[in-house]
């Protein structure tokens, strides 16, 4: 018999890899935060002794939900600047109350509460875009969350820092200070083109190749970005990225709204990945993203739910089955992104956009124990006929029943493990609800 840290007994395990593969009554071996086999129930228990063995009976295990794209700490501004169009959404609300609030304890608070709701809905991994990437490590990791935190650049000074040159160098500071940190990754977060002068995008293309970091930006997302690009610059905002060599496989091209079949062929040409954003998508009114033709041209997607404040969920569950559905509408097509595609969208299609395709993403002997169990008990998803259906269509965030995070179990139940030791939690975002309140009052925006 061979000793591991944890057997799971599960009804079903669905790997990822391959595509649309359910296994039924098989076990997983999870010993020093990684995955030693997967096989069946009766085999596992011949051959291995777990030291924990949990029973998973009525349940579908999966990899762990990856984000492609957040700003975790904005959940303390979920609901500010619901009905407004993005860019009076930035400009009266958000930047606003940024600069009246964005502190390291904001975005600690702000991301441990979203850290929470992730894990509740499980997400094991979110790529976030915000400032202060120490604080959110810390948030992140005080839940037992893995991350990928941006090292922002944007032109404008804020409450963080000075101007782009400034941005970077703390975020890579940072990134110096964390690099022991085995949950936490970074990448290069360029707001977006209409933020970041052509020397900033410059010198990012630089620094990814230097360290090999992937390249994390919004793009495409409105008409109107478009238009003033073309005015200010010549060129559509991803021609202008390309010239000044952003894309390539590094780069994550998130929302991609507004793409043209030739932007998709220059994006699979390159090995660029999209972090699809429905929902956020269709609250700005930004429109539909043809992400169907993209995974078509053989671009690699992977779904993000953007931040709290423009979508107002952090629920990857919710955003899968907008993405199927969204997909199926905009092209009359009701086989386009089928389930099992936008499954591993959301799982494997993430970890790829990240650079972690061989750390998680899938379930496979050797990769990290990033894993989601939903109990598929419940009336609402009965009965069942196809597991993987059910988890994109029918399935909520309410049968998330446990979470491994490298193997650790961070959601037993429904209960977030590590939420017992931070009981100031609630209490610090009533504290941040009522300054933001304040604000909007004495801004006139209430």
């Not at 700003?71 to 500010?80: N, Q, W």
């Not at 002068?197 to 970005?225: C, F, G, K």
């Not at 220059?266 to 990945?273: D, K, P, Q, Y």
């Not at 509408?329 to 799982?347: C, K, R, V």
């Amino acid at each position: 018999m061979i000793d591991v840290d944890t057997l799971l007994y599960c009804r079903w395990v669905v790997p990822v890899i391959p595509r649309g593969l359910v296994l039924e009554d098989h076990a997983i071996a999870i010993d020093g935060g990684r995955i030693v086999e997967v096989l069946p129930g009766d085999v596992a228990a011949a051959r291995y002794r777990g030291r924990e063995v949990i029973q998973l009976d009525t349940h579908a295990v999966t990899p762990g939900l990856v984000n492609a794209h957040t700003h975790a700490a904005m959940t303390l501004l979920r609901g500010v600047g619901d009905d407004l169009p993005l860019m009076r959404w930035l400009t009266q609300r958000i930047w606003p109350l940024e600069k009246a609030l964005v502190s390291p304890e904001f975005v600690y608070d702000g991301t441990r509460l979203a850290a929470l709701e992730m894990l509740r809905s499980g997400t094991t991994c979110a790529s976030d875009m915000y400032f202060y990437p120490e604080a959110s490590v810390r948030g992140f990791r005080a839940l037992g969350m893995r991350a990928v935190v941006g090292i922002i650049a944007i032109e404008f000074p804020t409450a963080y820092a000075a101007d782009a040159e400034d941005y970077l160098r703390k975020g890579l500071a940072a990134r110096d200070a964390l690099r022991d940190d085995a949950l936490a990754n970074f990448t290069l977060a360029p707001h977006a083109p209409y933020t970041v002068s052509d020397a900033t995008l410059q010198r990012i293309a630089m620094l990814a190749d230097e360290l090999d970091l992937p390249i994390h930006t919004h793009v495409h997302e409105t008409e109107d970005e478009i238009r003033q690009s073309i005015a200010q610059y010549g060129c559509r905002p991803l021609a202008r990225l390309d010239r000044v060599g952003l894309v390539s496989e590094r780069l994550i091209a998130v929302h991609a709204v507004h793409l043209e079949d030739e932007e998709f062929q220059l994006l699979a040409e390159r090995g660029a990945s999209i972090a699809h954003c429905p929902a956020s998508n269709l609250k700005l009114g930004s429109g539909i993203a043809p992400v169907a033709g993209a995974a078509a041209a053989g671009v690699n997607l992977a779904i993000g739910t953007d931040g709290a404040a423009s979508n107002n969920r952090i629920d990857m569950l919710s955003e899968l089955r907008l993405a199927a559905l969204l997909a199926k509408g905009a092209t009359g097509d009701a086989s386009a992104l089928p389930a099992p595609a936008i499954l591993e969208a959301g799982t494997l299609g993430g970890a790829r956009a990240l650079g972690l395709q061989d750390r998680i993403g899938s379930i496979e002997a050797g990769k990290e124990a990033d894993l989601v169990a939903f109990d598929l008990a419940p009336p609402e998803t009965q009965p069942l006929y196809d597991v993987i259906s059910h988890l994109v269509y029918c399935t909520g965030r309410e049968q998330v029943s446990d979470v491994w995070v490298a193997g650790r179990r961070v959601v037993e139940g429904r209960h977030p493990i590590l939420l017992s030791v931070h009981q100031d939690l609630m209490a610090g975002v009533g504290a941040w609800q009522n300054r933001c309140r304040q604000v909007l009052l004495t801004s006139g925006a209430s």
